[in-house]
C-alpha cells in the first residue's frame, strides 16, 4: 500500500556539470510565471494557440538564456523538419523555437525524412550541456549507402544512435553516427550482446560521486543497454550491461516492449525509469529500475513490480519520460508525452504533452499519484 508521497528535489542531479536532458521551447510570452507557482494543468498546451502541445518522447533542460529558461526538444518522426525545439520560462507555457534539423540540414549518414514516408525517422532526442557546449542525442534511420560500418551489416530501416554538438541551439549542428546494433558485441561477453531490432531512445547521466558519464538506450524491443561514456559525451563503451529486460506481465500487450529509458541518481543510487508495453494503446505504462552500481554486475537491475505511470481517463498510454527537471519553485518534475483518445492510426503527432511532479514511496518514485494527467504537486 502506497503511503503518504514526499516530494524531493533531486539537488544531485542538477547540480553537477551535467544539467541533463533537453527540451525546447517558445518566444516572447506576456504570461510567463516567474513567482515561483507550481500551478499548471495537463495536457500543458502551446503557449500561441493554446491547443495541446504535440511532443512525443519530451527531452527538458533547465538552462537560462535570455528571458528563457528551459528548452523542450521532440520526436518528429517523418515530418519534414525533425526534432523541434520549444522554450519557457516556467516549464508551463512554451513557445516555438525552430527545429534541430530542418530539411535540408539533416545528418548525411542518415535518411533524409520526407515528410509523407517512412523512409527517414527522427525519434527521441535527449539534450545536455556537455563540456560547455550542447550535446543532442537522438536515434533515425541508417542510410547503408552512406557510411561503412566495416563487416556488420545493417539492414535497409535500421535505426541507429546519432549524436549532435553545438554552441548554441540555432546551430549549426555537427552529426556523428554514435553507436549502431552489434558494434560492441566483440568486446563483451555472452551477457552483452545486441542481435535483432534497432538501437533508439538514448539517455545520459552523470554519477555526482565520479562525474563518470553512462548512456542508456533500448535495443528494439525487448533490452535496454547500459555503458560508460567519455568525458565529452561522444564516445560509446567498450563495456556494456543489461539494464532491463522483460520480466513483468504489465509490460506485455500482446508484443513485450521495454524502451524509453531515462536515469537518474537519487542518494546516491542510480535509477533508470522506462516504458513498456504497447505504445498506442492504454497498456503503455513507465516503470523503473534501480542499480548501486551502473556497471557493477552483469545482471539487470533491481525492478520495481509495478507501473509508477499509468493510463487515466483522458490519458492514455503515458510514456517517453524526461529527465526530471527542477520548476521555479524548485520541485523536481518529470515531463512525459500521452494520447487523448485511444488511437488506430499509430500516428507520432497525436501523443501530446504533460508532466507530474517527482514523488518518493518508500525508496521508489512515483510520478504525481500515479495516474497520468494528474496535475497536482505534493507538499
Known sequence: ??????????????????VAAGVGSASGSSDAATSGSDAFHNPIRDGLTGAPLSCPDPSAIKHKQGPWNYFLICTSDTALNAFPIWKSIDLVHW?????????????????????STHNGRYWAPAIYRVQGRWVLYFATTYNPAAQDTGSYELGSHTMVLGAATATSLAGPWHT?????????????????????????????????STGQLYMFWAEQTRQIWVAPVSADGLTLGPTMRLAVTISRPWECDGACVVEGPEPFFHDGRLYVMYSGASTWNSSYA????????????????????DPILGS????????????????????????Y???????????????????????????????????????????
Not at 497525436?350 to 512515483?366: E, F, I, T
Request: proline share 9%; glycine share 14%.
Open 1 to 18: 500500500m502506497r503511503r503518504c508521497l514526499v516530494l524531493v528535489a533531486l539537488a544531485a542531479l542538477v547540480g553537477g556539470a551535467l
Open 95 to 115: 513557445y516555438p523555437d525552430g527545429w534541430v534539423f530542418p530539411h535540408g540540414k539533416q545528418p548525411w549518414w542518415a535518411l533524409q525524412s520526407t515528410g
Open 176 to 208: 556523428e553516427l554514435l553507436h549502431y546494433r552489434g558494434e560492441l558485441n566483440d568486446q563483451n561477453g555472452p551477457k552483452a550482446q545486441e542481435h535483432v531490432g534497432g538501437d533508439i531512445d538514448p539517455a545520459l547521466v552523470r554519477d555526482p
Open 286 to 305: 513507465v516503470g523503473v529500475a534501480a542499480s548501486s552500481d551502473p556497471m557493477g554486475s552483469d545482471e539487470p537491475f533491481d525492478k520495481y513490480p
Open 312 to 335: 487515466a481517463p483522458g490519458f492514455l498510454g503515458p510514456g517517453g519520460v524526461s529527465e526530471p527537471v527542477l520548476n521555479p519553485a524548485g520541485r523536481s518534475m518529470v515531463m
Open 337 to 379: 508525452h500521452a494520447l487523448l483518445n485511444d488511437d488506430g492510426h499509430h500516428v507520432s503527432a497525436d501523443r501530446y504533452l504533460s508532466m507530474g511532479a517527482l514523488n518518493w514511496v518508500d525508496g521508489w518514485p512515483l510520478i504525481g499519484d500515479g495516474k497520468a494527467g494528474d496535475s497536482g504537486v505534493a507538499p
